[in-house]
């Protein structure tokens, strides 16, 4: 396939590019490049023959039906984003700006593309979206693609309305489209705000651990890499109109995962005096924080035959191995604005 990935110079979008490159698909990267992208992330293939790079920002919709007329691709799949909550809490509107009205002139583009090469039925619109458009769960249960919207957070409530603009143009145009919500992803490149590179970047630096509230809000911890893998099932396989939820099958506390991430740092890098987990503190929690996450992945095992592959243990070693190998890559990040900043506390 040829595949136009926005946002691939991202977390998720740039381990979308180097599989989709490994597996011998074409791939145009169009990517803004804003404060949380790196083109390192694609150092790899960026010689590859089969892969092109547009800068252009998915607002800009003359620059959409350019890339579109000039590189015919078979499918979009759609990851440019604003997706740090924090950031949204103190700034929303760009989120709107981005997730929203971004995602509304892609959708357009991708019509009258679609539209002008005789509506094909090959032809696919990927939208990535989060878990986090369900809410917040208790201590039991778990989301499924029907679970009611309930976005707490300007991010979830702007990709909630990114995935209400999908589905209608699916209805209303005949747009050919898949979605995926996927649990918090973790692994290589992941930028140097989120916690678990946080969790690693400070224990190095000998630097506090800040854990929000009492460390008890449980996510479901899904490697890039499986994730980036269970994206390209969908956009090959997945049934046009269908949604399908991404998770890890691994559950655990905020708490639980950077106790683990310190043992395991206490393996490879160990301190002079006592453990990383010495530098654990908690810290005010944010506003409208979810208790809870977990997926329901029933939907894409049973039709698409997919499972995750990585434990959270396994995942977490390789993603300290690579941060510990990588150091170049981060020290550059760090000084980039907003990281190593408490953010989310405007409210």
Same mark, same amino acid.
């Given at each position: 396939?040829?595949? *136009?990935?926005?946002?691939?110079?991202?977390?998720?979008?740039?381990?979308?590019?180097?599989?989709?490159?490994?597996?011998?698909? &074409?791939?145009?990267?169009?990517?803004?490049?804003?404060? =949380?992208?790196?083109?390192?992330?694609? =150092?790899?293939?960026?010689?590859?023959?089969?892969?092109?790079?547009?800068?252009?920002?998915?607002?800009?919709? @003359? =620059?959409?039906?350019?890339?579109?007329?000039?590189?015919? /691709?078979?499918?979009?799949?759609?990851?440019?984003?604003?997706?740090?909550?924090?950031?949204?809490?103190?700034? /929303?509107?760009?989120?709107?700006?981005?997730?929203?009205?971004?995602?509304?002139?892609?959708?357009?583009?991708?019509?009258?593309?679609?539209?002008? &090469?005789?509506?094909?039925?090959?032809?696919?619109?990927?939208?990535?979206?989060?878990?986090?458009?369900?809410?917040?769960?208790?201590?039991?249960?778990?989301?499924?693609?029907?679970?009611?919207?309930?976005?707490?957070?300007? %991010?979830? @409530?702007?990709?909630?309305?990114?995935?209400? *603009?999908?589905?209608?143009?699916?209805?209303?145009?005949?747009? /050919?489209?898949?979605?995926?919500?996927?649990?918090?992803? %973790?692994?290589?490149?992941?930028?140097?705000?989120?916690?678990?590179?946080?969790?690693?970047?400070?224990? *190095?630096?000998?630097?506090?651990?800040?854990?929000?509230?009492?460390?008890?809000?449980?996510?479901?911890?899904?490697?890039?890499?499986?994730?980036?893998?269970?994206?390209?099932?969908?956009?090959?396989?997945?049934?046009?109109?269908?949604?399908?939820?991404?998770?890890?099958?691994?559950?655990?506390?905020?708490?639980?995962?950077?106790?683990?991430?310190?043992?395991?740092?206490?393996?490879?890098?160990?301190?002079?005096?006592?453990?990383?987990?010495? &530098?654990?503190?908690?810290?005010?929690?944010? /506003?409208?924080?979810?208790?809870?996450?977990?997926?329901?992945?029933?939907?894409? =095992?049973?039709?698409?035959?997919?499972?995750?592959?990585?434990?959270?243990?396994?995942?977490?070693?390789?993603?300290?191995?690579?941060?510990?190998?990588?150091?170049?890559?981060?020290?550059?990040?760090?000084?980039?604005?907003?990281?190593? &900043?408490?953010?989310?506390?405007?409210?």
């Amino acid at each position: 396939m040829k595949l *136009l990935v926005t946002g691939g110079a991202g977390f998720i979008g740039s381990a979308v590019v180097r599989q989709a490159i490994g597996a011998g698909h &074409q791939v145009v990267n169009l990517d803004a490049l804003t404060y =949380a992208a790196c083109l390192e992330n694609v =150092a790899d293939v960026a010689d590859n023959p089969n892969y092109v790079f547009v800068q252009a920002d998915i607002r800009d919709r @003359a =620059a959409l039906d350019t890339v579109l007329a000039e590189h015919a /691709p078979d499918a979009i799949m759609h990851l440019a984003a604003e997706s740090h909550v924090d950031r949204s809490i103190d700034g /929303p509107a760009e989120f709107i700006e981005t997730n929203v009205i971004g995602t509304f002139h892609l959708l357009e583009a991708a019509r009258a593309y679609w539209t002008a &090469q005789g509506k094909p039925d090959t032809f696919r619109f990927h939208h990535i979206s989060t878990d986090e458009v369900y809410g917040s769960l208790g201590a039991t249960g778990q989301f499924t693609e029907t679970t009611p919207y309930d976005p707490r957070s300007p %991010y979830s @409530a702007s990709k909630a309305s990114s995935d209400h *603009l999908v589905r209608a143009w699916a209805e209303t145009y005949g747009l /050919p489209v898949v979605l995926t919500n996927c649990s918090n992803n %973790y692994g290589p490149y992941h930028f140097p705000e989120k916690l678990i590179p946080v969790v690693i970047l400070n224990a *190095l630096a000998g630097k506090d651990l800040p854990i929000y509230g009492d460390g008890s809000n449980v996510r479901d911890w899904l490697y890039v890499e499986d994730h980036a893998d269970a994206l390209l099932t969908v956009v090959q396989r997945g049934e046009v109109g269908r949604s399908y939820n991404i998770g890890g099958e691994n559950e655990r506390s905020n708490l639980q995962l950077v106790q683990t991430l310190c043992a395991i740092l206490d393996t490879k890098r160990p301190k002079a005096d006592g453990s990383y987990a010495d &530098q654990i503190t908690f810290v005010t929690d944010r /506003p409208g924080h979810d208790a809870r996450y977990a997926i329901d992945p029933a939907r894409i =095992a049973g039709e698409l035959g997919w499972r995750p592959s990585v434990t959270v243990e396994e995942g977490l070693e390789r993603t300290v191995d690579w941060y510990l190998a990588n150091e170049s890559w981060w020290r550059a990040l760090q000084q980039r604005d907003g990281v190593g &900043q408490r953010l989310g506390v405007k409210a």
